[in-house]
């Protein structure tokens, strides 16, 4: 067997696969939108029953109705009635879906789309798509349902591509004159009225009870710095008293254990969940796929949850909250470091990969000179946050000064409450101001 005829079979399989990926990015892109179209409309429909029950128990008389509950042929109702307004926005105009993935109906007669077009379109589409998809079988990225009404569902590349042969190209609309364009705002404008009612936004109450928090703005307003370097005899953590001062340097180290123990792990992981570094094998997909899951589950726990796992695993103390930063900042670092380094530029890597250098090499010398500089910059904006959050994990038992502030709220001694907020406010400032100074000698 000659060459040629070896290699045949191999350039046949390239030749498949490239024509397979062609087919599934139009058609996944295709699904998603469709998808987003069918969502939206079940979101409407939820909002439609949330405003039934609100109205039920809001303005009719007595309060002994039970709650408006779906019977199961409703069910059945909704997916129709919803699967039939998506399929009719997709027919009818452009969709908020379509949109989305840049997608848009075009006529193959080069022409404006008629009324009769757009109805044929939304007919056909049933007898092409419930049967099994079977409109896709013969063409899948032109279906039965759009051949036969002359139509077109293209992206936004073919559509350049239309309109530099000199094709038909619609004239644009104005934001409001297209579907897409009613159907977000109106989106929007149901999501905020749902949002108040579920909030229950009452700014009435803001003026009609003004007079409560009047005597606690007068107090916080005028602050006692007492206990700013004596220990306050009242409070008493550990059988120790602690002032205010002692508590911010309680606080700060807590901080910075928790900043840099964090930094030391988030940084190996960073490399371990970048694609252009992890993503050239089965296992490193593997890794990669389980450190950016690691990051993801992680950093979406909040850091008061945190802290209050610590606090009954370790009891109520600052290591309590230095563990709950740091596993937080792990995740929330790590997913910046990955994300940094995913956006460098690829050449180095390349050069250094085709003279045979190892992965750490590639890290080293082609990876970290980029982004160094970033690094820095993550750590110490990350420190600033850590000192805001460390003010609320003292709530749930993670110590430093805003164990202090909480004392001084349950005591009602908003005086005292006022200088604990106000050093809090300076120390922030201060580190604001201090590790912006460092990011910009940095950058």
């Known amino acids: 067997m000659t060459t040629a005829q070896t290699k045949r079979p191999s350039a046949g399989r390239g030749r498949r696969r490239e024509v397979l990926a062609k087919m599934l990015g139009p058609l996944w892109a295709r699904s998603l939108s469709f998808l987003v179209d069918w969502a939206i409309w079940w979101y409407v429909t939820y909002a439609v029953v949330y405003l039934l029950n609100h109205y039920w128990y809001t303005h009719l008389p007595g309060h002994w109705y039970d709650k408006i509950a779906f019977p199961a042929w409703g069910w059945i109702v909704t997916i129709v009635a919803t699967l039939e307004l998506a399929v009719a926005c997709r027919s009818f105009g452009r969709s908020l879906g379509q949109r989305a993935f840049g997608l848009q109906l075009h006529s193959t007669r080069m022409k404006a789309i008629t009324l009769r077009q757009h109805a044929w379109h939304w007919l056909a589409w049933h007898a092409s798509v419930l049967p099994l998809g079977v409109g896709f079988w013969k063409d899948p990225l032109h279906p039965w349902h759009e051949r036969v009404t002359d139509l077109r569902l293209l992206n936004a590349k073919e559509r350049r591509e239309q309109e530099e042969s000199g094709g038909y190209a619609p004239k644009p609309k104005r934001f409001f004159a297209t579907q897409w364009g009613v159907a977000s705002t109106l989106l929007i404008c149901l999501t905020l009225f749902i949002g108040f009612l579920i909030v229950e936004v009452n700014v009435s109450v803001l003026f009609q009870r003004a007079h409560h928090a009047g005597n606690l703005w007068s107090q916080i ?173 003292a709530l749930v038992g993670g110590g430093g000064i805003g164990t202090l502030l909480f004392h001084y709220k349950r005591m009602r001694t908003y005086d005292l409450m006022g200088a604990v907020v106000i050093v809090i406010v300076a120390i922030v400032w201060l580190m604001d101001y201090i590790s912006g100074r460092v990011r910009e000698k940095i950058s």
């Open 221 to 393: 307003l005028h602050p006692n710095f007492r206990y700013l370097t004596v220990s306050d005899p009242d409070f008493e953590l550990r059988l120790l008293s602690y002032s205010i001062l002692d508590q911010v340097v309680i606080t700060l180290f807590m901080t910075l254990v928790a900043t840099i123990l964090g930094t030391l792990f988030a940084l190996p992981l960073s490399f371990l969940g970048a694609r252009n570094i992890m993503g050239y094998s089965v296992f490193g997909w593997t890794i990669y796929s389980i450190v950016r899951g690691f990051f993801n589950v992680f950093r979406a726990v909040e850091t008061m949850l945190w802290a209050a796992i610590f606090a009954v695993w370790v009891g109520r103390s600052p290591f309590a909250g230095a563990l709950a930063l740091m596993i937080h900042t792990i995740a929330a670092l790590g997913k910046l470091f990955s994300e940094r380094v995913e956006s460098i530029d690829p050449s180095p890597i390349e050069a250094i990969t085709a003279v045979g250098g190892s992965r750490w090499q590639v890290v080293r010398y082609a990876v970290l000179p980029q982004v160094a500089p970033s690094f820095w910059a993550f750590t110490l904006y990350r420190w600033d946050i850590n000192m805001r959050m460390s003010t609320i994990i």
